[in-house]
DNA sequence: GAAACAATTGTATGCGCTTACATCTGCTTT
DNA sequence: AAAGCAGATGTAAGCGCATACAATTGTTTC
């Protein structure tokens, strides 16, 4: 590396020109005669002159670059301090059950969002700024925030990542895009990217009925405080009630989105012999937790029980047996919310924008015992 | 949001201090008065006051954002454009075989690189701005490698993801931490952040030899322009001479890091009845394809071939038999990208650092046989 | 209680770029 | 050939902050 980053004043002293046509051949070529560009050009290539970022956004009063927040508390326990050591050999172990760095909660569902958003402000010529947001407290994780407000043009939030103060201080600087669905009482003044959370459900439940006759639901549900979770809910009374089912007799265990609290709870009702014919999740890890203490219990999927997940994890498909679940295009979910980022903030006073992005209801093994693997996909 | 965004001009008038007073309680809260500091907070606090990113970078002279720049050629095909269009309705689909979109090369390894770049940037306090990279030709792509590097005080680059000539350009910016293994030739001005491939690989054959007694080998190698692969048969023919076998001897298929081009590979060996005792791949994706062809043509896995892969991807401990691998440390590679990058932006004019992290031998079914799940992981 | 010094605060400059406005070119028009 | 004009270029004023240096205040010493 040279001494010193060259500057636009370098640039123009080699070209011999003002740094006022530097910076206007490299924001409107067309406005600058083919000659003096040409000049500029090669100046530049000389020089290997690149723009400051910092100066440009200051200047243009915006920065180009969009911001992801999303949390991830469950991360926060293997997360010592990392020191860098060289070591000198490859350990050798036989392994029975080796558990790898990577199995986290609603792991593919980010992973899946954030490869959306990158694509997308890729595309857009954007750039995108990623944090996981992951500190304990609020204070904290508010300056954490505000910080990340103060470089970005706009800030693009997963659900639940964090609380409602913080979220009201952040909205006062920068244009916020949530990516979850509706709270109940409606928006607060940010942009809204969702699924069709309840409609997906509905139909579930609705083709369960019609179709497997099923009159004995339960549903596992995910946490109180998930706007998706509660939608997918709703959806599943909107369901029993439009075949006549009275959703008050339905049980519903709350397992939080979790695997093993899910599986947990399907032991005890094994145990305690009160298995419905369907168990409904409210997402794919926790049928599948459901499915594997079912599978250990020696109860057979669908014949004896059908189970059904939400989000169309990879994991539903791999599983065996396959999951029914209703996929949401998690990829397009963060497409969206960088399209919704640059329509707002090109846009700055319009109503609020409020997405919603279909769902996919996957009939598989776990409700439909054998498919045939020849026959291609229908739409119904 | 209101009007317009206040300043430091503004916080300073509402406390009735000046604007140096305002930016030294932010910066360095020590040397200013209790007092006054607390005058500021409360001016902070009314106005909703959050520092401008770019004005901060370009008068420190840092941006505190740390650039991490991975390609992904595979991606390109499906990346029409997407525009927002609301759709009405759930579809429902039988499903014999779903293709998600999640299913890329690599996908894993890098997902959990990017995740330990974020743990490690999140730790220091410092941002991370993520660029795919997904240019189709060079000059593109050094064009996008510029707009990052004039914003990130620091550029993480995925091994292979940019042609030498960008590379040579970005250098001439800013500090360059490659995640990779080292080329033949040495390196040229950067740091370099690898795993032990050659060692684990090493370790891998001898393991096969010595307990296995295989005598006859074939090896899946991947691309010729990744220096991971490369290292990594060095690796394998080190082994083979350090226990009298001939390298030259075995036989070299070209997969190119891809399942299905080892799949095709494998199942034309099998039909020319060429099937070594064991395939030794250069990853896991290709292990996977290999084992995919051996069981649907009826070998039995590892009664009649065994098969080794490389990486330690989810994939290779979900499927059946589960396979036999060398671990990476994927995440901790990650962070150990940006303990570098900081290391080097403290010491501008430190040697080019050379990290190494260790891998594992993973032994599993596809090698081994059964393995009692009972028995708890083993150091040798 | 005044001098001497340390702790705080204020003033002014520059970080590198964009852009409104002024100036200058080279043409076209009559 | 002079005037008029559009296009190209130059000039200068910030953008919002950090920080060296100057000015001020508070504290200690004898």
């Not at 000049?39 to 290539?45: C, Q, T, V």
Request: aromatic letters at 4%; glycine letters at 6%; a neutral charge.
């Amino acid at each position: 590396m040279s001494s010193k980053k060259p500057t636009v004043y370098d640039v123009a002293k080699e070209a011999g020109v003002s740094i006022a046509s530097v910076s206007r051949a490299l924001r409107k070529p067309e406005s600058v005669r083919p000659a003096t560009r040409e000049l500029i050009d090669r100046a530049i290539e000389r020089l290997g002159y690149v723009p400051s970022g910092s100066a440009q956004s200051l200047a243009a009063r915006r920065t180009g670059v969009i911001g992801l927040f999303m949390s991830n508390l469950d991360e926060l326990d293997d997360l010592q301090d990392f020191t860098l050591s060289s070591v000198d050999d490859a350990r050798v172990k036989i392994d029975p059950t080796h558990h790898t760095d990577y199995h986290r909660n609603d792991s593919l569902y980010y992973d899946q969002v954030l490869r959306g958003c990158e694509l997308e402000t890729w595309r857009r010529g954007l750039s995108l700024m990623v944090n996981l947001g992951l500190d304990r407290n609020e204070k904290g994780l508010t300056q954490l925030a505000g910080e990340m407000a103060g470089k970005v043009d706009g800030l693009i939030v997963m659900a639940r990542s964090v609380p409602d103060s913080t979220l009201e201080f952040l909205k006062r600087r920068v244009p916020v895009v949530m990516v979850a669905d509706a709270p109940s009482d409606n928006e607060a003044g940010y942009d809204l990217v969702r699924v069709s959370n309840r409609k997906g459900m509905r139909k579930l439940v609705q083709h369960l009925i019609d179709t497997h006759h099923v009159d004995d639901f339960a549903y596992i549900a995910g946490p109180d405080d998930s706007p998706d979770n509660h939608k997918r809910y709703v959806g599943f009374c909107e369901g029993l009630r439009s075949r006549d089912i009275n959703p008050e007799t339905v049980p519903i265990y709350r397992a939080g989105f979790s695997f093993t609290v899910a599986r947990t709870i399907t032991l005890d009702m094994v145990t305690r012999h009160k298995i419905p014919r369907a168990l409904v999740c409210a997402n794919d890890q926790m049928a599948l937790g459901v499915c594997k203490a079912l599978t250990d219990s020696n109860i057979r999927i669908p014949q004896d029980v059908i189970v059904t997940g939400f989000d169309g994890i990879k994991e539903s498909e791999t599983n065996a047996p396959r999951i029914t679940t209703v996929s949401q295009p998690m990829r397009n979910l963060g497409r969206a919310a960088v399209s919704t980022m640059v329509q707002r903030l090109e846009n700055p006073d319009a109503e609020p924008y409020a997405i919603e992005l279909p769902v996919t209801l996957l009939l598989r093994e776990s409700s439909e015992g054998e498919i045939s693997k020849k026959r291609p996909a229908t739409n119904i």
